[in-house]
């Protein structure tokens, strides 16, 4: 199963310890936002610099919050620019980390300057070279400098108001935003004024749900929810993720330093995971004190739902040492498979106390298929379907047989997995490797039956 959350083709690439992603969206609005550029050689100059340009930019976040304490750092490039992901930090040192894209693009710009200076443009495409990056990282700078939320702007502000004054922060970044609009309707800068349009509606629906915090008076958990952490986990399991968020954080707001919070701040990151939000979960599980004290299968999952299985693979194998368990033996051998230390993967599906053998043929068979080797994969997925019944692993032997060149398995095996209970039909629909298969009339019937029942 993957857990990079990354769109098709994006392109991963690494910067010392960073690991950067960049979406195809990037690419293509960076061009639309260049289509007034008649000349293909100055479009490409202009994406080129908006890539660099960025990319510094949110290198720039990175590098601050790694320099002030985090021990991890990502970026991401998309349609809207670029994100940057790290360990959260104290409020003083976040918004550090929000002037610094800004800064660091500055900082870019004057260096471009100088270049300008020492060796002068000789050619149109030189001179637009230059113009390019003075304009992406001097005028995007300030415009990112702007008190609206969510940019750097924004979040220096909120963080310079603290928690008290949020609704200040929002209210500002309303008025800024109406302000820009009202200036870029007049001036003809209509994918302006439709972007700060787009950023003021988004505070102003904020200011909805934002609430000034101010300090609470000692509270006592059992005076008003009894045995408030065992329900909000017995909440949690239920699938009531509202009712287990609402009893943990009441729990929160009373627990002890220590031990006490961090049970809560476990119980908080497992809400977010059941919710599907990885980053929620890491922000609560960076609030451990010491940050040891977190539990290593919890940091694991959340980094892999976080899109970081690099970063949830050390803390898998920890877990697994120290509380072995099915699912921390499960997540270890799906996080080294993915990193490609098959060998190590393969001696933890053969030798994990499973409690049944199906559980082990079927993380047996993952490690097959990542060799390649389909035909292995294929025998022991459909041996951990005769002894269980899952229809994924019906459906895991009907890819591997395809893959093999065995038609004829390979539909006896989707059947199975269809009248087991197979409902991924997007995913079905899209494996080219069952190409064929699906296209056999009596296949293509069941598809079109299931999807009816659906």
């Not at 999952?301 to 899109?307: C, D, H, I, N």
Request: proline share 5%; with cysteine; glycine share 8%.
């Amino acid at each position: 199963m993957s857990t990079d959350s990354s769109p098709p083709f994006s392109l991963h690439f690494n910067l010392g310890r960073i690991p950067v992603v960049v979406e195809p969206s990037f690419w293509l609005l960076t061009a639309l936002l260049g289509l007034g550029i008649r000349d293909m050689r100055l479009l490409l100059c202009w994406v080129a610099v908006c890539f660099v340009s960025i990319l510094v930019h949110e290198l720039g976040h990175a590098l601050m919050a790694m320099a002030l304490g985090s021990s991890w750092a990502s970026i991401r490039l998309y349609s809207f620019g670029g994100l940057c992901y790290s360990q959260g930090l104290s409020r003083w040192r976040d918004v550090a980390v929000s002037a610094a894209g800004p800064l660091a693009g500055f900082l870019f710009a004057g260096l471009t300057y100088g270049a300008s200076r020492m060796w002068p443009p000789h050619d149109f495409l030189a001179f637009y070279l230059y113009e390019f990056f003075w304009q992406v990282n001097i005028y995007w700078g300030i415009m990112n400098l702007l008190p609206v939320q969510p940019l750097d702007g924004g979040h220096v502000v909120s963080g310079v108001l603290g928690p008290s004054r949020q609704r200040m922060a929002l209210w500002l970044g309303v008025i800024t935003s109406v302000g820009v609009v009202a200036w870029a309707l007049s001036a003809r800068r209509f994918y302006m004024a439709f972007m700060f349009g787009w950023l003021g509606y988004g505070c102003y629906q904020a200011l909805s749900t934002t609430k000034d915090l101010k300090p609470l008076k000692p509270v006592k958990v059992e005076d008003v929810e009894p045995d408030a952490l065992p329900r909000a986990w017995q909440a949690l399991r239920s699938g009531d993720e509202h009712e287990a968020a609402r009893l943990g954080h009441l729990a929160l707001s009373a627990a002890k330093p220590g031990e006490e919070s961090n049970a809560v701040r476990d119980l908080l990151a497992w809400v977010a995971l059941a919710e599907g939000n990885g980053r929620s979960a890491l922000y609560q599980l960076e609030k451990v004190e010491p940050r040891e004290a977190a539990r290593p299968f919890s940091l694991a999952m959340a980094y892999e739902a976080a899109g970081l299985p690099e970063r949830a693979l050390p803390h898998a194998l920890t877990a697994l040492e120290k509380e072995p368990t099915e699912a921390g033996a499960a997540l270890a051998v799906r996080l080294l498979v993915r990193a490609r230390r098959l060998d190590e993967a393969e001696r933890i599906a053969r030798e994990f106390a499973w409690k049944a053998p199906a559980t082990r043929d079927a993380r047996q068979a993952d490690v097959a298929a990542a060799r390649g080797d389909s035909g292995s994969a294929a025998a022991l997925y459909a041996r951990a379907f005769e002894a269980a019944g899952r229809a994924e692993d019906a459906y895991q032997a009907a890819r591997q047989h395809a893959l093999a060149g065995r038609v004829e398995l390979a539909t006896e095996s989707l059947k199975k997995a269809l009248q087991a209970g197979y409902d991924d039909l997007e995913t079905l629909g899209k494996e080219p490797a069952l190409a064929e298969v699906r296209s056999i009339p009596e296949i293509a019937e069941q598809l079109r039956r299931t999807q009816g029942a659906a």
